[in-house]
Protein backbone atom coordinates (compact mmCIF):
# COMPACT_ATOMS: atom_id res chain seq x y z
CA UNK A 1 0.00 0.00 0.00
CA UNK A 2 2.88 2.24 0.57
CA UNK A 3 4.68 1.41 -2.78
CA UNK A 4 6.30 4.42 -3.98
CA UNK A 5 4.97 7.14 -1.53
CA UNK A 6 7.62 9.23 0.31
CA UNK A 7 7.63 10.81 3.74
CA UNK A 8 5.26 13.45 4.28
CA UNK A 9 2.93 13.11 1.14
CA UNK A 10 -0.91 12.49 1.37
CA UNK A 11 -2.71 9.27 0.52
CA UNK A 12 -4.56 9.11 -2.49
CA UNK A 13 -6.40 5.66 -3.04
CA UNK A 14 -8.95 4.68 -5.97
CA UNK A 15 -12.32 3.34 -5.45
CA UNK A 16 -11.63 -0.57 -4.20
CA UNK A 17 -7.84 0.14 -3.23
CA UNK A 18 -6.31 -0.43 0.28
CA UNK A 19 -5.24 -3.88 2.21
CA UNK A 20 -7.79 -6.08 3.03
CA UNK A 21 -7.41 -7.05 6.34
CA UNK A 22 -10.59 -9.56 6.73
CA UNK A 23 -12.88 -10.30 3.85
CA UNK A 24 -15.41 -7.79 4.34
CA UNK A 25 -12.66 -5.00 6.05
CA UNK A 26 -10.30 -2.68 3.65
CA UNK A 27 -7.82 -1.11 5.19
CA UNK A 28 -7.20 2.32 4.37
CA UNK A 29 -4.84 3.79 6.31
CA UNK A 30 -3.47 2.53 9.23
CA UNK A 31 -0.46 2.45 11.99
CA UNK A 32 2.07 2.39 9.04
CA UNK A 33 1.19 6.15 7.70
CA UNK A 34 -0.86 7.28 11.02
CA UNK A 35 -0.06 7.61 15.01
CA UNK A 36 -3.66 8.87 15.08
CA UNK A 37 -5.76 6.70 13.62
CA UNK A 38 -6.90 3.64 11.50
CA UNK A 39 -9.73 4.44 8.68
CA UNK A 40 -11.05 1.04 7.10
CA UNK A 41 -14.11 0.36 4.12
CA UNK A 42 -16.26 -1.96 5.50
CA UNK A 43 -18.88 -4.30 3.75
CA UNK A 44 -21.69 -5.43 6.59
CA UNK A 45 -23.11 -8.33 5.08
CA UNK A 46 -27.00 -8.95 5.98
CA UNK A 47 -27.59 -10.23 9.16
CA UNK A 48 -24.20 -9.37 10.81
CA UNK A 49 -24.55 -8.16 14.57
CA UNK A 50 -20.78 -7.25 15.86
CA UNK A 51 -22.46 -7.44 19.52
CA UNK A 52 -22.52 -4.58 21.48
CA UNK A 53 -18.90 -3.67 22.91
CA UNK A 54 -16.88 -1.45 24.74
CA UNK A 55 -13.40 0.49 24.36
CA UNK A 56 -11.10 1.73 27.29
CA UNK A 57 -9.22 3.75 25.20
CA UNK A 58 -10.36 3.68 21.42
CA UNK A 59 -12.81 6.17 20.00
CA UNK A 60 -14.53 5.43 17.03
CA UNK A 61 -16.48 6.57 14.24
CA UNK A 62 -18.87 5.14 11.59
CA UNK A 63 -20.38 6.58 8.61
CA UNK A 64 -22.93 4.68 6.84
CA UNK A 65 -22.53 4.96 2.69
CA UNK A 66 -24.77 2.51 1.64
CA UNK A 67 -27.65 0.32 3.08
CA UNK A 68 -28.86 0.40 6.46
CA UNK A 69 -27.73 -0.21 9.70
CA UNK A 70 -28.85 -0.81 13.79
CA UNK A 71 -26.64 1.42 15.84
CA UNK A 72 -25.97 1.69 18.96
CA UNK A 73 -23.86 4.57 21.33
CA UNK A 74 -25.14 4.72 24.48
CA UNK A 75 -24.95 3.49 28.19
CA UNK A 76 -28.38 1.18 28.82
CA UNK A 77 -30.57 2.46 32.04
CA UNK A 78 -30.88 -1.23 33.10
CA UNK A 79 -27.69 -3.75 33.22
CA UNK A 80 -26.12 -4.64 29.84
CA UNK A 81 -27.88 -7.98 28.67
CA UNK A 82 -30.11 -9.29 26.07
CA UNK A 83 -30.60 -8.33 22.79
CA UNK A 84 -28.82 -5.16 22.89
CA UNK A 85 -31.22 -3.69 19.64
CA UNK A 86 -34.15 -3.34 22.76
CA UNK A 87 -31.81 -1.53 25.39
CA UNK A 88 -32.67 2.12 26.40
CA UNK A 89 -30.31 5.11 27.84
CA UNK A 90 -32.13 6.99 30.78
CA UNK A 91 -32.67 9.80 28.71
CA UNK A 92 -35.01 7.52 26.36
CA UNK A 93 -32.55 7.32 23.51
CA UNK A 94 -33.19 3.86 21.75
CA UNK A 95 -31.19 2.13 18.73
CA UNK A 96 -31.21 3.99 15.70
CA UNK A 97 -31.67 3.12 12.16
CA UNK A 98 -29.29 4.91 9.92
CA UNK A 99 -29.00 4.88 6.29
CA UNK A 100 -26.87 6.81 3.75
CA UNK A 101 -25.22 9.68 5.82
CA UNK A 102 -25.76 8.50 8.71
CA UNK A 103 -23.07 9.13 11.52
CA UNK A 104 -21.76 7.39 14.99
CA UNK A 105 -19.22 8.73 17.34
CA UNK A 106 -18.51 6.58 19.83
CA UNK A 107 -16.34 8.13 22.98
CA UNK A 108 -13.66 5.50 24.76
CA UNK A 109 -16.49 3.57 27.64
CA UNK A 110 -19.29 3.79 25.85
CA UNK A 111 -21.07 0.71 24.99
CA UNK A 112 -21.60 0.50 21.11
CA UNK A 113 -22.79 -2.10 18.48
CA UNK A 114 -24.09 -2.04 14.71
CA UNK A 115 -25.88 -4.92 12.93
CA UNK A 116 -27.48 -5.09 9.15
CA UNK A 117 -31.19 -5.43 9.27
CA UNK A 118 -31.26 -5.56 5.81
CA UNK A 119 -31.30 -8.10 2.71
CA UNK A 120 -28.24 -6.18 1.14
CA UNK A 121 -25.16 -5.93 2.13
CA UNK A 122 -24.37 -1.88 3.87
CA UNK A 123 -21.13 -0.16 3.05
CA UNK A 124 -19.40 2.06 6.09
CA UNK A 125 -16.56 3.93 6.64
CA UNK A 126 -14.88 3.31 10.19
CA UNK A 127 -12.14 5.25 12.03
CA UNK A 128 -10.08 4.39 15.24
CA UNK A 129 -7.90 6.13 17.19
CA UNK A 130 -5.70 5.43 18.45
CA UNK A 131 -3.87 3.70 15.02
CA UNK A 132 -3.57 -0.38 14.86
CA UNK A 133 -6.72 -1.46 15.18
CA UNK A 134 -5.96 -3.42 11.80
CA UNK A 135 -3.67 -5.98 13.98
CA UNK A 136 -6.64 -7.10 15.91
CA UNK A 137 -8.26 -7.47 12.56
CA UNK A 138 -5.36 -9.38 11.43
CA UNK A 139 -5.24 -11.80 14.50
CA UNK A 140 -8.51 -12.39 14.43
CA UNK A 141 -8.20 -13.58 10.48
CA UNK A 142 -5.45 -15.54 11.62
CA UNK A 143 -7.22 -17.17 14.57
CA UNK A 144 -10.54 -17.79 12.71
CA UNK A 145 -8.54 -19.57 9.93
CA UNK A 146 -6.23 -21.62 11.96
CA UNK A 147 -9.59 -24.00 12.74
CA UNK A 148 -8.86 -23.36 15.95
CA UNK A 149 -10.83 -21.07 17.41
CA UNK A 150 -13.03 -21.06 20.48
CA UNK A 151 -15.03 -18.65 22.22
CA UNK A 152 -12.19 -18.30 25.03
CA UNK A 153 -9.54 -17.44 22.62
CA UNK A 154 -11.15 -15.23 20.47
CA UNK A 155 -12.52 -13.32 24.25
CA UNK A 156 -8.85 -13.22 25.37
CA UNK A 157 -8.06 -11.93 22.01
CA UNK A 158 -10.67 -9.43 22.16
CA UNK A 159 -9.73 -8.17 25.67
CA UNK A 160 -5.68 -8.03 24.33
CA UNK A 161 -6.80 -5.67 21.74
CA UNK A 162 -9.07 -3.41 24.31
CA UNK A 163 -12.45 -4.61 23.20
CA UNK A 164 -14.55 -5.38 26.20
CA UNK A 165 -17.73 -7.69 24.79
CA UNK A 166 -21.00 -7.37 26.61
CA UNK A 167 -23.12 -9.54 23.86
CA UNK A 168 -22.24 -11.86 21.01
CA UNK A 169 -21.10 -11.07 17.64
CA UNK A 170 -23.64 -13.26 15.42
CA UNK A 171 -25.57 -13.60 12.03
CA UNK A 172 -29.07 -12.57 13.44
CA UNK A 173 -31.52 -14.33 10.87
CA UNK A 174 -32.67 -12.00 7.71
CA UNK A 175 -35.97 -10.92 8.03
Request: with cysteine; aromatic share 8%; net charge negative.
Amino acid sequence: MTDGLLAGNGLLLPPGAGSKVQPTMTLKVGAERSDAWSAFEAQVPPGFDVGAHWHGHAEEIFYIVEGELDLLAFHPAAAPVGDWTTWQAEDGTTVFRGGPGSFMHVPAGCPHAFHNPGTTTATMLFLVTPSGHEKYLAELSELLSSGEATPDLIAELRLKHDIHQLTALQNRPVS
